[in-house]
């Protein structure tokens, strides 16, 4: 009997474990800076009720971008002394919206994101991010399989096309400006699909399951140099991330997060303290915004219909 009455007794003890991991776990879209994986296990030590939420556009997989914010975030606690946590969104376009009705504080988008953010719910900018070469800009490269005989975007026409998300800037914004200026609209293709990600439309090209993809250009050069994809076009500049933030937010809060992503040395006095931060959009810091370079992101959202009515 000893032996049934150990089985009979481990079921409520199992039960009870696992509903206490889901009560850890409650909140799984609101991520803790300090309860990730191989990170610092205690509770900050900053007041609760300076909690500023910071959320993201989605470009790699929610565990890799997560793994790179939260060293982000614990920079700028130590340098403002206040509370950040991550807002995680499934859908891309939840992160402009959260951003836009006060859901979350801050958030790092693409200009596509900016510009229906501003227009929208009068979101504003706080720096643009700065890249390998030195400026506020970054590049959408449209890549195929190595060997599947599409030599020259030309040959996409009547092929599958991935994109990222709808509302992205490198991820359909401008792949789908360089489908057209070489003659090919969306009825052209066999057939398009929306992935949700970069690193979706990639793998939907590595795994045969599209023919060709627009992505980041960060994300392409590194999967080429893998052997995994070949680049076939790469587009003109466009203006590169920023940090935004809802409009409510204090002002002296603004400035505090402002003055601190301005000092941030990635390459520098910063660099031990993070990880994979060159796979951003902001591998060499943050600058000033200038806000004129988004006219041309506006004027092809127009177009295609991506602004909010």
């Keep these: 009997m000893n032996k049934y009455m150990k089985k009979f007794l481990i079921i409520p003890c199992l039960t009870f474990l696992l509903l206490s991991a889901c009560t850890e776990t409650e909140t799984p879209k609101k991520v803790s800076l300090y309860k990730r994986s191989g990170d ?5 030590r900053l007041p609760k009720q300076n909690t500023l939420w910071f959320g993201f556009d989605l470009r790699l997989g929610p565990k890799e971008e997560v793994t790179i914010y939260a ?3 614990k920079y700028l606690e130590q340098e403002t002394e206040r509370r950040f946590r991550i807002k995680f969104t499934e859908k891309y376009e939840d992160t402009v919206d959260n951003l836009g009705t006060g859901i979350t504080d801050f958030a790092a988008i693409g200009s596509l994101s900016f510009v229906i953010g501003r227009d ?3 979101i504003n900018h706080l720096v643009s991010g700065v890249n390998h070469e030195g400026d506020t800009t970054y590049r959408a490269m449209i890549i195929t399989r190595p060997g599947n005989g599409i030599d020259n975007i030309k040959d996409i ?3 599958c096309f991935a994109f ?4 992205s800037t490198q ?3 401008i792949p789908r400006k360089m489908l057209e200026d070489n003659g090919i609209s969306l009825d052209n293709l066999g057939r398009h699909m929306y992935t949700g990600s970069h ?4 793998m939907s090209v590595i795994n045969n399951k599209c023919d060709a993809a627009g992505i980041q250009d960060i994300l392409a050069r590194r999967l080429e140099a893998e052997g995994r994809i070949r680049i076939l076009k790469v587009s003109e500049p466009f203006p590169s991330s920023v940090i935004a933030y809802n409009s409510a937010v204090d002002k002296v809060i603004v400035k505090d997060i402002k003055a601190a992503l301005l000092a941030f040395d990635p390459t520098g006095k910063h660099k031990k303290m993070l990880v994979d931060w060159n796979k951003t959009e902001m591998p060499l810091g943050f600058t000033e915004v200038n806000e004129l370079d988004f006219n041309k992101v506006k004027i092809l959202a127009e177009k295609y219909g991506l602004m909010k009515k």
């Design 120 to 122: 929208t719910y009068g």
């Design 164 to 167: 990222g998300s709808e509302m």
């Design 199 to 202: 690193l979706n439309a990639a």
């Design 40 to 44: 610092i296990g205690e509770q900050s």
């Design 157 to 159: 026409r009547g092929k």
């Design 71 to 73: 060293p982000f975030l």
């Design 171 to 173: 991820g359909h914004l």
